[in-house]
């Protein structure tokens, strides 16, 4: 079946680099999210990745993906206090469909 | 432009009773999607709505039920209600199927 794991914490200084990862089960995903979710608020989107690409940078963050594997990283650069979120990648389950699969997660500290 | 909007923002019930939660997607935008996320956990996909006919359904049981208007705003109704449909309720939005979708805040709902 459709599955997303994700390490559930991850705690670095202010000013360091976070890199968050995610392997899925779905190979035929055309495209692959994260969304950063902020305590009681709803999820927003933080960038994509179409299935053919292995690198995106946009601005801080960078997204590498290994198709093969089956496994997707974030990479936060100079990351901030206001970074503390919970991130998902959430691959897109199927061309024909909207379904986006989720894990539960990975909770980002950011120590000033 | 006005994002993903959804109501009530909190919602307090009983045991047995039913809900509805109202969404109304970005301008332009014809699709809607629900999911579903419990307390520490990844949002689970409920349903999809394209063009006023369901295009996607999730393991959810027959009490759950939603609506697309000719308008693209969608209802989810939730009969029976049980202390685990405690959750909150995210609608989803994207101009077509497969395409990114943009969260609205959710619906915080409390069965008691």
């Known amino acids: 079946g459709e599955d997303v794991e994700q390490s559930l914490f991850l705690s670095v200084r202010e000013g360091d680099s976070s890199v968050i990862n995610c392997t899925y089960t779905d190979s035929s995903s055309t495209y692959l999210y994260w969304y950063k979710q902020e305590p009681g608020a709803g999820l927003q989107l933080l960038t994509y990745?179409?299935?053919?690409?292995d690198m995106k940078q946009d601005q801080r963050l960078t997204v590498l993906l290994n198709k093969k594997d089956k496994h997707l990283s974030l990479r936060i650069a100079d990351t901030q206090t206001g970074d503390s979120a919970i991130y998902f990648c959430a691959p897109h389950g199927s061309s024909n469909t909207g379904k986006l699969i989720f894990g539960q997660g990975t909770t980002l500290q950011v120590k000033p | 432009d006005a994002g993903v909007t959804q109501s009530p923002t909190h919602l307090i019930k009983t045991r047995g009773q039913h809900v509805t939660l109202r969404c109304s997607p970005i301008?332009?935008?014809?699709?809607v999607s629900w999911y579903q996320q419990v307390l520490g956990q990844g949002p689970q996909f409920i349903f999809q709505?394209?063009?006023?006919?369901?295009?996607g359904r999730g393991n959810f049981p027959d009490r759950f039920s939603a609506r697309q208007f000719p308008n693209y705003s969608s209802e989810l109704n939730v009969n029976a209600l049980l202390l685990g449909d405690s959750a909150l309720y995210l609608c989803a939005s994207s101009w077509d199927l497969g395409e990114t979708q943009y969260f609205g805040p959710g619906t915080r709902l409390l069965v008691l």
């Open positions: 301008s332009g935008h014809k699709s």
């Open positions: 709505y394209y063009e006023k006919e369901e295009r």
């Open positions: 990745i179409f299935s053919n690409m």
